[in-house]
């Protein structure tokens, strides 16, 4: 089974740019078997899809944060990293690293990590 | 803003059954596979059901989901206090090249 384990600072500046790793085991990311996935959720709402990258190298991103997201992976530590810049308050959430599976022309997120929560305030 | 609308909550006794609606629309949940997922408090949301209907392996067949045009259900029998979470339907949006979630519902067991 695939495990997810997300890791990075707890408190951004406001305008900084959040980053976080996302270390996975239990499969190799190489392997293609799934593609890679960020979602986020703000405290006591609902999820938001971030974006997603495929070992391909194509990404899809959510047209409200495209401009400020790059998912991109590491295949030689096995991990998934998401930054996002210009960050606000807004940006304020649990991040959660997710892996996806394609099954025929159906794509979704099949295992979560347990999801870091990062702060932006000065 | 969710693309996706579900009912704010749902409740039943236990041993009941609960349904959850999913509202979409052609470029969504019309032309593309529904995912369901529960987040029990406190933790991360886990896969329930995939293409539409499909359960992973060792999920208890007291959950189902269905489609029907632009509209996802999800149910749950036999309804359980393990079962107090949020639900949440989720699918690809076509017109937006997005990933999108629904508002979530929260179940509660009385």
């Known amino acids: 089974q695939v495990q997810l384990q997300e890791s990075g600072p707890g408190l951004v500046k406001p305008s900084q740019t959040l980053s976080l790793t996302c270390t996975v085991s239990g499969v190799s990311i190489s392997s293609g078997m799934y593609y890679w996935t960020w979602i986020r959720q703000p405290a006591g709402k609902g999820l938001e899809w971030i974006g997603r990258?495929?070992?391909?190298?194509?990404?899809n991103y959510n047209p409200s944060l495209k401009s400020r997201v790059i998912i991109s992976v590491d295949t030689s530590k096995n991990q998934v990293s998401l930054r996002l810049s210009s960050v606000t308050a807004a940006d304020t959430a649990v991040y959660y690293c997710?892996?996806?599976?394609?099954?025929?022309?159906?794509?979704?997120?099949?295992?979560w990590g347990q999801g870091t929560l990062v702060t932006v305030s000065s | 803003q969710s693309v996706l609308t579900q009912p704010p909550s749902v409740s039943a006794a236990p041993g009941q059954k609960v349904t959850i609606s999913c509202s979409g629309s052609s470029s969504n949940i019309g032309n593309n596979y529904v995912t369901w997922s529960q987040q029990l408090p406190g933790t991360a949301p886990k896969l329930l059901i995939y293409d539409n209907n499909k359960r992973p392996s060792g999920l208890p067949d007291r959950f189902s989901g269905s489609k029907s045009g632009t509209s996802a259900t999800l149910g749950i029998t036999g309804l359980q206090t393990g079962d107090e979470a949020d639900y949440y339907c989720?699918?690809?949006?076509?017109?937006?090249?997005?990933?999108?979630f629904g508002t979530g519902t929260k179940v509660t067991v009385l």
């Open positions: 997710v892996s996806g599976y394609c099954s025929g022309s159906d794509c979704y997120p099949r295992y």
């Open positions: 990258m495929f070992i391909s190298g194509k990404t």
């Open positions: 989720g699918t690809w949006d076509s017109s937006l090249s997005a990933y999108v």
